[in-house]
């Protein structure tokens, strides 16, 4: 059986998340473009969806457009080095300091803290969605909030 | 140095970066909104999705017209619930469906110039997919002839349709019919002059049939 649930619900029902987790890891200015590619790409798909957790499977495309997102900004010819680029932080906004300490964490890190925080995701959808063990997907929120909070420490000194 | 701070602090710090990354901004709700929005036009223009769906207010309450690429498809009554009106469309169409109002501005446009008795005709291509074959189509085409205004019985239908004797399949085949207002099954009441049944109830057949001046021999 394939999916049958309307896609305008499915849309309704994961587009806060999937904007949450774009914000956090590709940044509050090119989330939008992501999160336009991340709904094509399920639209185009759906009829696989198929009993899958949806919830998992919208935010796995997701991840995957992200990391395209931070590949052609790599690629780009700017005189930086192998990270990629780091997202921008709102601009006049209060927690501007976290979004770059957030932008600055590495992709895994920064994509885990984010379906864990952003999409408010267990441990066990974390790891569906990232394609991992949930072991390494606890290893990965909690070395990106260590990471977090030491940077934010020092920025507070 | 790091040795001054308390605990507190780092606290306060972790559950400031939870809210952030939960809020994302504060109007994550409203944006995530609007995103989704622009996606579902995109996603009707481009023919990505494959059926466009709009809310209509009427006299009679929030009516749903549904469009393929080929045209109309599917019109839901106000008395019916837009979760089973998209329901039947995912499972008879295509789940591929979205709200995508800016896709139906012109059938929206010539639906409300009609409930608002400003119309006559409609200029809409209509896409007959979900109606059945055989003789009930031709009961539905028949129908889609019937000038406003004008009403004919089942029986008189079903012989428009090829078949004088069968006017119990005629009121079947209305019954069935997806495309109403459009095709205007309301048009078609008993022989005594009595509406008859509607997919939108009684109360609307007579309503309709009132706003386009058509004449009832029944008093009720």
Known sequence: MAATVPFQRFLEQHSAAVLAFLRATVGPQEAEDCFQETFMAALRNYERLDGANPRAWILTIARRKAIDHHRARARRPLPRGDLPEPAAPAPAEPDGELWAAVAALPPKQRAAVALRYACEL?????????????????????????KLRRALEEVAR | MSARRTSGDVGARDSALRRLLAEAGGELETAAAA???????????????????????????????????????????????????????????????????????????????????RRRDFALPLDWTLVPGGFYRRVLRATARLPFGATATYGEIAARAGNPRAHRAAGTALGLNPIPILVPCHRIVRSGGDPGNYGGGPEMKRWLLRLEGAQLTSGR
């Open chain 2, 35 to 117: 995103a989704a929005a622009r996606f579902a036009e995109r996603a009707a223009a481009e023919g990505a999705a494959r059926v466009a769906y709009a809310r209509l207010e009427t006299p009679l309450g929030v009516a749903t017209v549904a469009a393929t690429s080929r045209g109309i498809v599917a019109v839901g009554l106000p008395n019916r619930s837009l979760d089973e009106f998209l329901a039947e469309l995912s499972v008879g169409l295509s789940p591929r469906l979205v709200e995508a109002p800016g896709r139906l501005d012109e059938a929206r446009r010539q639906l409300e110039e009609y409930f608002e008795g």
């Open chain 1, 122 to 146: 267990p441990y066990r959808e974390v790891a569906q969605a990232m394609g991992t063990s949930e072991e390494a997907a606890r290893r990965n929120v909690h070395e990106g909030l260590r």
